[in-house]
């Protein structure tokens, strides 16, 4: 495993705990029977306004972190076939050289 790797894996995982967080502190789009019946305090023009700017900014930043999830996984799934191909490659290179040694 190569250092780049073990990066780009350490931001992955970071990455899918600021989507959690991120997306766990959004306000749900459906208030259901309460967001008929229920006035809150941020019903007023100044409340909604913050509100909405503040679910405005976690919803940017969980579309940010999304797209770089997937860039970075396909980045390790691409490194770790190379990996895998490379490995492969030298265990059939030692595996025929055992089989000519042996013949001899």
Do not use: P, W
Not at 21 to 26: F, G, K, S, T
Not at 50 to 78: Q, Y
């Amino acid at each position: 495993m190569t250092v780049i790797q073990l990066i780009l894996e350490i931001l992955i995982i970071i990455l899918a705990l600021i989507i959690i967080v991120a997306v766990a502190l959004q306000k749900s789009k459906s208030e259901g029977i309460t967001g008929v019946t229920a006035n809150s305090e941020s019903d007023n023009y100044f409340g909604k306004g913050k509100e909405l700017g503040n679910d405005a900014k976690l919803a940017k930043i969980t579309k940010i972190c999304v797209v770089l999830f997937v860039i970075i996984s396909v980045i390790l799934t691409i490194l770790f076939a190379m990996d895998s191909a490379a490995k492969a490659d030298s265990e059939t290179t030692t595996s025929a050289i055992n089989a000519i040694v042996n013949t001899l």
